[in-house]
């Protein structure tokens, strides 16, 4: 491994470039290659088997195009397959999980509410944090199913995703959370919407400040810290259509270059 080598980051659509943003933000240096699987979305209604199959899929593209880390930038994937992820490959892996721990010790209430896929809900993982951190704590999970596909479509903020996120988020209203973790690294992009639906009273937590964070440490002390600032390239792939990404990262960013690939 060198310096100059990009981080590799993969989801199962264009919701990691949430997670990319905070990467690029905090490590302009650092080359990237982003793969948005858009073709097997969503991950959260498929078996353990599938996700770990289509994470392997995954990191084998990124080892070929020579990445010296790896971000597993979807909740999904990180409970269901880091393990056996880190368990195969000598690369460091960064993976990303719901923020139940800062949701759980800031509730004034006692009562926070956990938006996430399926595929995170029931995963051994996501368990083993919610018993550690919320034995006090009332706990609302709900099944953002949906919210993805929509995503996916390029349908944030429209009358069918208003009405779809209403519903989801009643239960956790009616429970009067003080907190809403959002379980999918697609749901950042929700935010503005999100906030015309919820009181000011609720406040809402993801990861991605926190896995920028953990992959800048990982570098610094495994001594990858890219230092060349010059000629930095950010690379998107889509194995589907992949107008929505471009539309995504088109957004105030200059030096990149968004492709369809096969993988």
């Not at 919701?15 to 699987?37: A, F, M, Q, R, V």
């Not at 107008?243 to 492709?259: A, F, M, P």
């Given at each position: 491994?060198?310096?100059?080598?990009?981080?590799?980051?993969?989801?199962?659509?264009?919701?990691?470039?949430?997670?990319?943003?905070?990467?690029?933000?905090?490590?302009?240096?650092?080359?990237?290659?982003?793969?948005?699987?858009?073709?097997?979305?969503?991950?959260?209604?498929?078996?353990?088997?599938?996700?770990?199959?289509?994470?392997?899929?995954?990191?084998?593209?990124?080892?070929?195009?020579?990445?010296?880390?790896?971000v597993i930038a979807?909740?999904?994937?990180?409970?269901?397959?880091?393990?056996?992820?880190?368990?195969?490959?000598?690369?460091?892996?960064?993976?990303?999980?719901?923020?139940?721990?800062?949701?759980?010790?800031?509730?004034?209430?006692?009562?926070?509410?956990?938006?996430?896929?399926?595929?995170?809900?029931?995963?051994?993982?996501?368990?083993?944090?919610?018993?550690?951190?919320?034995?006090?704590?009332?706990?609302?999970e709900v099944e953002?199913?949906?919210?993805?596909?929509?995503?996916?479509?390029?349908?944030?903020?429209?009358?069918?995703?208003?009405?779809?996120?209403?519903?989801?988020?009643?239960?956790?209203?009616?429970?009067?959370?003080?907190?809403?973790?959002?379980?999918?690294?697609?749901?950042?992009?929700?935010?503005?919407?999100?906030?015309?639906?919820l009181p000011d009273?609720?406040?809402?937590?993801?990861?991605?400040?926190?896995?920028?964070?953990?992959?800048?440490?990982?570098?610094?002390?495994?001594?990858?810290?890219?230092?060349?600032?010059?000629?930095?390239?950010?690379?998107?792939?889509?194995?589907?259509?992949?107008?929505?990404?471009?539309?995504?990262?088109?957004?105030?960013?200059?030096?990149?270059?968004?492709?369809?690939?096969?993988?």
């Amino acid at each position: 491994m060198n310096k100059s080598q990009p981080i590799g980051i993969f989801d199962s659509g264009v919701g990691g470039t949430s997670i990319w943003k905070e990467i690029h933000e905090l490590l302009p240096n650092e080359h990237t290659i982003y793969l948005s699987d858009s073709k097997n979305a969503p991950y959260g209604l498929k078996t353990q088997e599938e996700i770990i199959a289509l994470s392997i899929k995954n990191t084998e593209k990124l080892l070929e195009l020579n990445c010296k880390l790896i971000v597993i930038a979807c909740n999904t994937a990180t409970t269901n397959a880091i393990k056996v992820l880190r368990s195969s490959y000598k690369i460091p892996f960064i993976g990303i999980e719901p923020a139940i721990k800062p949701a759980a010790l800031k509730s004034t209430n006692k009562a926070i509410g956990i938006l996430a896929t399926r595929g995170t809900l029931s995963s051994e993982l996501f368990a083993q944090t919610s018993e550690l951190y919320t034995k006090d704590i009332q706990v609302v999970e709900v099944e953002g199913n949906g919210l993805v596909e929509l995503i996916e479509a390029g349908k944030t903020n429209t009358p069918e995703m208003i009405g779809l996120l209403q519903h989801l988020l009643k239960p956790m209203l009616d429970a009067r959370i003080d907190y809403l973790v959002l379980g999918c690294s697609h749901y950042p992009y929700l935010i503005p919407v999100l906030q015309e639906i919820l009181p000011d009273t609720v406040k809402i937590i993801d990861s991605g400040e926190a896995v920028a964070k953990q992959t800048k440490i990982i570098l610094a002390e495994r001594d990858l810290l890219n230092d060349n600032p010059e000629a930095i390239s950010n690379s998107f792939y889509s194995n589907s259509n992949p107008d929505v990404l471009s539309s995504i990262i088109s957004s105030g960013e200059q030096n990149y270059k968004v492709e369809t690939l096969d993988f």
